[in-house]
């Protein structure tokens, strides 16, 4: 009688349930904001609370990065770019077992939330002069203003809607050539991870 091992795959839990919620608010509210942005007029109103909520969001987070479950941690994901670069020579069943964000993931992440805080606070000292002024611009030197303005509109969104177009590709590319899917977890907290059961017998 043999005993031989085989791969099976186990339920593992990634994400907590507030880090999703905080995941899935966000997402809406910045395609919330892309939108009336687009639109202007009377739907900068509520640019502007989108904007707040974006802003709460982001203060949320930052706690959860210290107090939250083990995959939420910044120390947990956090990496150096000797550890990121190991990472991308793994092998795709290797990195079918990391658990979390994948040091190149964290990247993306640390510059997603980085790109959400700047145009959160230029939106706040922004004045386009036509639709929108935001509340603190009246606070700030006029050429503080219109830097904010110039940067919200000509830098900062675009950016941050090619953060999001790499963030889709890189879910695409998992799930698609790599096969490890990635949206499931985000969606449920848990993902299918490959493991080994010892009790097969032949």
């Known amino acids: 009688m043999q005993v031989?091992?085989?791969?099976?795959?186990?339920?593992?839990?990634?994400w907590d349930w507030p880090l999703r919620?905080?995941?899935?608010?966000?997402?809406?509210?910045v395609a919330g904001l892309v939108m009336t942005g687009q639109?202007?007029?009377?739907?900068?109103?509520l640019h502007a609370r989108l904007?707040?909520?974006?802003?709460?969001?982001?203060?949320?987070?930052?706690?959860?990065?210290?107090?939250?479950?083990?995959t939420a941690r910044f120390r947990h994901f956090l990496a150096s770019p000797a550890k990121a670069l190991a990472y991308v020579r793994l092998s795709r069943?290797?990195?079918a077992r990391w658990l979390g964000h994948s040091p190149?993931?964290?990247?993306?992440?640390l510059l997603m939330l980085s790109l959400l805080l700047a145009q959160v606070l230029t939106g706040l000292i922004a004045d386009d002069e036509i639709a929108f002024t935001g509340p603190l611009a009246a606070s700030v030197p006029g050429a503080w203003?219109?830097?904010?303005?110039?940067?919200?509109?000509?830098?900062?969104?675009?950016?941050?809607?090619l953060m999001i177009g790499l963030h889709l590709s890189a879910i695409a590319y998992y799930a698609i050539v790599l096969r490890i899917p990635l949206l499931g977890a985000m969606i449920f907290g848990k993902r299918e991870m490959p493991g080994f059961d010892v009790e097969t017998k032949k």
């Open 93 to 95: 069943d290797e990195k």
């Open 51 to 70: 904007g707040y909520t974006v802003l709460g969001l982001l203060g949320f987070r930052l706690v959860w990065g210290f107090v939250g479950s083990k």
């Open 39 to 45: 639109q202007g007029g009377e739907a900068m109103v």
């Open 104 to 109: 190149l993931g964290a990247y993306a992440v």
């Open 4 to 14: 031989q091992q085989e791969e099976v795959s186990q339920p593992i839990s990634v």
């Open 21 to 29: 919620l905080f995941h899935w608010l966000l997402a809406l509210a």
């Open 145 to 161: 203003s219109a830097w904010a303005t110039w940067y919200h509109k000509s830098i900062g969104k675009p950016a941050l809607l």
